[in-house]
């Protein structure tokens, strides 16, 4: 996948992102007023200004998703015919070709068919996207607009309680999970695809999209699985969120020293076994 930002400043962006996630800015050779976000010398996403266009209508800094696909064309062909809408249709780019579609429920989405097939792992790094998540309508033709559209597979499907259920999915042919969808809640204006970038902290992040002139508006926080989340909003109103792995710590070896007592041994045991009231239950966040 690939992913971008238009935004009123593209300036401001430029210093915001890499505080918060590390990347670095770079000029794109083909159009200068295009830049890369790199992260080890790898391309990580792509910034630009708004459109004059899309500024006229309104349209508010966001991040833009691309799917991966081998026929862009094809691709817009079977869309549509699922319901979706051309923003702007396939065309031709120096490293590839692309187009911008919103699927049936109103997000927005891009297709991409780079030049040259980029090389990842299966495990996300530090600076990757490593989670992408839809707040729709109706989730349940969504998924089956994008799993038609594809291919993508169910994974897990977790019941969030009274904010309905959270539905995984990855690539066919593929182990790990990508990413999630669910209903929307009323506070959220529209439907939109949500972008996560592993970061070593997520606290660490937040807070320095904070320091930034950013905004966190929901974490840090734990979600199932072992990871910790936060969604900010960058100064210009893009919505971007950080994801962190824990790290396992193995506990520090004992001392050697005097033996304690059987007693001591089994009254320490019998507090560890005592149910501990205060544990809460993980609530799903993503």
């Given at each position: 996948?690939?992913?971008?930002?238009?935004?009123?400043?593209?300036?401001?962006?430029?210093?915001?992102?890499?505080?918060?996630?590390?990347?670095?800015?770079?000029?794109?050779?083909?159009?200068?007023?295009?830049?890369?976000?790199?992260?080890?010398g790898a391309p990580m996403a792509g910034l630009m200004a708004l459109p004059d266009h899309s500024r006229r209508m309104g349209t508010p800094p966001a991040w833009l998703s691309y799917v991966g696909v081998p026929d862009?064309?094809?691709t817009v062909r079977q869309a549509t015919s699922l319901g979706a809408r051309t923003y702007a249709g396939p065309q031709d780019i120096p490293v590839g070709r692309f187009a911008?579609?919103?699927?049936p429920q109103g997000a927005t989405f891009g297709l991409y068919k780079p030049s040259q097939q980029p090389v990842r792992g299966n495990d996300a790094a530090i600076g990757d996207f490593s989670w992408h998540e839809?707040?729709?309508?109706?989730?349940?033709?969504?998924?089956?607009?994008?799993?038609?559209?594809?291919?993508?597979?169910p994974r897990e499907s977790i019941d969030m309680g009274p904010d309905g259920t959270?539905?995984?999915?990855?690539?066919?042919?593929?182990?790990?999970?990508?990413?999630?969808?669910?209903?929307?809640?009323?506070a959220l204006p529209a439907a939109r695809w949500l972008a996560y970038v592993k970061v070593p902290s997520a606290d660490t992040a937040a807070r320095t999209a904070q320091r930034s002139g950013g905004r966190v508006v929901?974490?840090?926080?734990?979600?199932?699985?072992?990871?910790?989340?936060?969604?900010?909003?960058?100064?210009?109103?893009a919505v971007i969120a950080v994801h962190a792995v824990a790290v396992a710590v193995k506990p520090a070896a004992r001392p050697a020293g005097k033996r304690k007592a059987p007693r001591a041994k089994a009254k320490k045991a019998a507090k560890k076994a005592a149910p501990n009231r205060k544990a809460k239950r993980a609530k799903r966040a993503r």
């Amino acid at each position: 996948m690939w992913h971008e930002l238009m935004t009123t400043d593209p300036d401001a962006a430029a210093r915001f992102y890499p505080a918060v996630t590390g990347w670095k800015v770079q000029t794109w050779e083909h159009n200068p007023a295009y830049r890369l976000w790199t992260m080890g010398g790898a391309p990580m996403a792509g910034l630009m200004a708004l459109p004059d266009h899309s500024r006229r209508m309104g349209t508010p800094p966001a991040w833009l998703s691309y799917v991966g696909v081998p026929d862009v064309d094809a691709t817009v062909r079977q869309a549509t015919s699922l319901g979706a809408r051309t923003y702007a249709g396939p065309q031709d780019i120096p490293v590839g070709r692309f187009a911008v579609l919103a699927d049936p429920q109103g997000a927005t989405f891009g297709l991409y068919k780079p030049s040259q097939q980029p090389v990842r792992g299966n495990d996300a790094a530090i600076g990757d996207f490593s989670w992408h998540e839809l707040a729709t309508t109706d989730y349940k033709a969504a998924w089956a607009f994008y799993r038609a559209l594809f291919g993508w597979e169910p994974r897990e499907s977790i019941d969030m309680g009274p904010d309905g259920t959270y539905w995984e999915f990855g690539l066919a042919g593929r182990d790990e999970t990508i990413g999630g969808m669910y209903n929307k809640p009323p506070a959220l204006p529209a439907a939109r695809w949500l972008a996560y970038v592993k970061v070593p902290s997520a606290d660490t992040a937040a807070r320095t999209a904070q320091r930034s002139g950013g905004r966190v508006v929901s974490g840090p926080m734990d979600v199932p699985g072992g990871g910790r989340i936060a969604q900010c909003v960058d100064p210009q109103g893009a919505v971007i969120a950080v994801h962190a792995v824990a790290v396992a710590v193995k506990p520090a070896a004992r001392p050697a020293g005097k033996r304690k007592a059987p007693r001591a041994k089994a009254k320490k045991a019998a507090k560890k076994a005592a149910p501990n009231r205060k544990a809460k239950r993980a609530k799903r966040a993503r």
